[in-house]
């Protein structure tokens, strides 16, 4: 199982799933596709994962542990930036064709660090660790392509949907 160095995420309009593009371009690259199910409900376990384990979070006062996130957020994307790099199209496409469907996922806290493992339908995967401004950047880049995918939009607009649906609802006293 290739170990997870890199990562590229792209949002894939004729298959409306992101490709995780793992080590692109070298000789240990795996690809998958994850599904708008399962990116939520990795988006869900990767926030509550880091609110449950930050520090200083746990530290502060309830009202105030949303700006305390962002805040760890921000200085995440600010250290992690430098890091960031270019995948070219050609590279993409490769992966893109030879990706196979996500079946897990596994997301474990091991001291300091993350343990991340992706594995295929078809048998393949990755397995790496990151550090907490790492997986910061991993949510980030998540969240950028669920937004291109109008994922989070429709994500809202459900939500928004059931709640009117049951704030309409006839309600007996």
Known sequence: MPVLTSVTF???MQED??????????????SCWLTRRVT????????????????????????????VMAFEHAAAM????????HTPADVLNASAATAELV?????????ELFQVELTGFNGGGAKGVLAR????????MLQDEMTKARWLATE????????????SAPRRH
Not at 21 to 30: E, L, R, S, V, Y
Not at 41 to 59: G, K, P, V
Request: net charge positive; hydrophobic share 40%.
């Open 10 to 12: 792209v949002y894939g």
């Open 17 to 30: 799933r992101i490709l995780a593009a793992i080590n692109p371009g070298g000789p240990d690259a795996w």
């Open 40 to 67: 939520l409900l990795l988006l869900d376990r990767i926030t509550e994962l880091l609110a449950n384990t930050s520090s200083l979070s746990q530290r502060t006062p309830a009202l105030l542990r949303d700006e």
């Open 78 to 85: 600010a250290k992690t930036a430098e890091r960031m790099r």
């Open 103 to 111: 079946k897990s996922m596994t997301l474990t806290k091991q001291g």
């Open 133 to 140: 401004v790492g997986l910061q950047r991993v949510l980030q």
């Open 156 to 167: 809202r607009a459900q939500t928004a949907l059931a709640a009117d649906e049951q704030s």
